[in-house]
């Protein structure tokens, strides 16, 4: 029983509400299950959606609730006040490599939806520092292969979930690459924070 007293009801744990971002910027409520951490130092959010899903009842079709389960950036969530407790006692895992390099708990949900929506500073999913630590990567979307124009490029925050690849490019050669022809920002993660002049309110240093 390890402990338990007999006949006491084990303690559950808990699933507690949070709100998610989607990549096409909606909004829905999930369940946390755990936080875990990769071994590149990112924290993701493993959650739960209640979602429908087809299914044959007495040889009829049907749609029943199906309950799938995804691993959100940390990025992409935002906490539901009356939860704040709850948070605190989901599961959290850590990959070996990362509390090698930094001992640290993990982060909140980064901030309110009702902040983001107010425009309060440094609001919004999306989290960048502007502390110097920030790292950027580019993409290079696909083109038709008579377009004689400059090639896009697509400059991402480390922590951008549309984007795969090594971040490798500090704040200042990011605000360089953002300067070549065919270069845009990324408006998922952020990036375009660098499009405004370096010490403004709110952006990336």
């Not at 390890?2 to 369940?31: A, F």
């Not at 006692?89 to 640290?104: E, G, L, T």
């Not at 309060?120 to 502007?130: D, I, K, L, M, S």
Request: proline letters at 13%; a neutral charge.
């Amino acid at each position: 029983m390890d402990g338990q007293l007999h006949g006491e009801v084990p303690e559950q744990t808990p699933t507690p509400q949070i709100w998610i971002r989607l990549h096409d910027q909606q909004e829905l409520l999930g369940r946390l299950l755990r936080r875990w951490q990769a071994k590149d130092g990112m924290w993701f959010y493993e959650v739960s959606l209640t979602l429908w899903a087809h299914a044959i009842v007495h040889g009829k079709d049907t749609a029943e609730p199906a309950d799938i389960i995804v691993s959100v950036p940390a990025t992409h969530v935002a906490p539901v006040p009356e939860e704040a407790e709850a948070y605190k006692r989901v599961p959290v895992q850590r990959h070996p490599a990362a509390i090698a390099r930094r001992p640290a708990p993990p982060p909140p949900p980064p901030r309110t939806r009702e902040a983001a929506a107010d425009g309060e500073p440094g609001a919004g999913w999306p989290q960048v520092r502007g502390d110097g630590s920030d790292r950027w990567k580019i993409t290079y979307p696909r083109r038709p292969y008579n377009d004689t124009g400059p090639r896009r490029s697509v400059l991402h925050h480390a922590s951008c979930f549309t984007a795969q690849g090594p971040a490798d490019l500090t704040t200042d050669q990011a605000r360089e690459a953002l300067r070549r022809p065919g270069a845009q920002a990324c408006e998922m993660c952020g990036a375009e924070q660098l499009t405004a002049p370096p010490g403004g309110p709110g952006k990336a240093r």
